[in-house]
């Protein structure tokens, strides 16, 4: 029996089909981006990998060859001895390596020898993420974003967990980027993904959604952190209807404290962090700042940044971005309890709802219209 070759663009879409999906490639290959729920099985780990390339460069193609088969082999057998010896006949793998070569067409003719029904990508991790990045442009125009707006620290990403909790779907890009979107946003000791692991992670999202259902999303700005939202998705969003929160002052104060409790309590970081605000706010604010951070004074900073670093751009910043800003619909949460932000998400759930039928009926109007003028 031998493999079967897919295109990538097939492989894609069907990723849920097979039993496992195996990239074997390197793990630092691995780490950088794979496709969802994939499983490495490295036919050449890192060393080796650089190994046979240095061969292959400054020795002779046929000795890197021969080192290469000689790791690949010894590899993939411990492989099948530690993931594959207890599998049935039944498991279905798709297999991929960086362009669909030596790699991955050594796990899969040995898998396919053994009597697995074996799929392997043609043009390997290239072409599939060539496919991912169109679908993910495609999907995200299909999709009716409701955006939640609101300003720094009313709760928008609490409440998107509470949409999720009520049956919504729920785009959190924050949790993907693994970033709370500002200069204080990247948690202490976190790193955040690179950006094609973002997109992917952008993508298995998208993938899930129901069309004919609205998909609630935080308002962002182009760039999380360091990464960039998809410009497809991002045009999108800034299409969509929108839905503001608001918090008052003190509670917006209590519920940063507790979101960011871990980067409060590392104080170098925190005040480093802030200096790079210097250019933008002048040293004399961010002076004032990190005084009170030295003081302890933790509510009375995050009451003076948000006054003056966060909020003042805010209501600008919307207006020229997300088309329906301004004409946005209001929710006051009462507070930031769990039962606050569930009685919050049913509101937001049932505006959406208004919303969609709303626009459906105009549209059926419209038809009606059209179709007696053209009667």
Wanted: proline residues 4%.
């Amino acid at each position: 029996m031998n493999p079967r070759v897919m295109d990538a663009a097939e492989a894609l879409q069907k990723l849920q089909c097979f039993s496992a999906v195996i990239d074997v490639r390197s793990p630092s290959e691995f780490a950088l981006d794979h496709m969802p729920g994939a499983q490495n099985w490295p036919v050449l780990d890192d060393a080796e990998r650089a190994e046979v390339g240095t061969l292959y460069a400054q020795v002779d193609p046929f000795v890197a060859n021969k080192r290469g088969a000689t790791l690949i082999a010894r590899n993939i057998a411990n492989h099948i001895e530690a993931h594959a010896a207890e599998l049935p006949k039944s498991w279905t793998p798709l297999v991929y390596c960086w362009r669909g070569g030596n790699r991955s067409g050594a796990m899969a003719h040995i898998l396919a020898r053994i009597g697995f029904s074996v799929v392997l990508v043609q043009g390997g991790y290239r072409s599939l993420r060539r496919a991912l990045r169109a679908d993910l442009e495609q999907r995200s125009g299909q999709l009716q974003f409701h955006v939640i707006c609101g300003r720094t620290g009313c709760g928008k990403s609490r409440l998107l967990q509470s949409l999720r909790e009520v049956g919504a779907q729920v785009l959190d890009l924050e949790a993907l980027a693994q970033h709370r979107g500002s200069v204080l946003g990247l948690e202490p000791g976190e790193t955040q993904p690179s950006q094609k692991l973002f997109e992917t992670r952008v993508w298995a999202d998208l993938r899930r959604f129901d069309p004919n259902r609205p998909v609630f999303v935080e308002a962002e700005s182009k760039k999380i952190g360091a990464l960039h939202v998809p410009d497809a998705l991002m045009e999108q969003m800034r299409q969509g209807h929108c839905i503001t929160l608001e918090l008052e002052t003190s509670l917006r104060v209590a519920l940063l404290l507790a979101d960011y409790a871990q980067l409060s309590a590392d104080r170098p970081l925190l005040l480093q962090r802030l200096a790079s605000l210097r250019a933008l706010r002048g040293a004399e604010t961010v002076e004032r700042w990190q005084e009170l951070i030295t003081q302890g004074e933790l509510a009375a900073f995050t009451a003076d940044i948000l006054q003056h670093h966060y909020d003042p751009s805010y209501t600008r910043s919307m207006s020229n971005h997300f088309r329906a800003f301004d004409a946005a619909p209001v929710i006051a949460l009462k507070g930031i309890d769990g039962e606050s932000f569930r009685d919050a998400a049913l509101k937001v759930v049932a505006l959406s709802t208004a919303e969609i039928r709303s626009e459906s009926h105009a549209r059926a109007s419209v038809q009606t219209q059209a179709e007696a003028v053209n009667g």
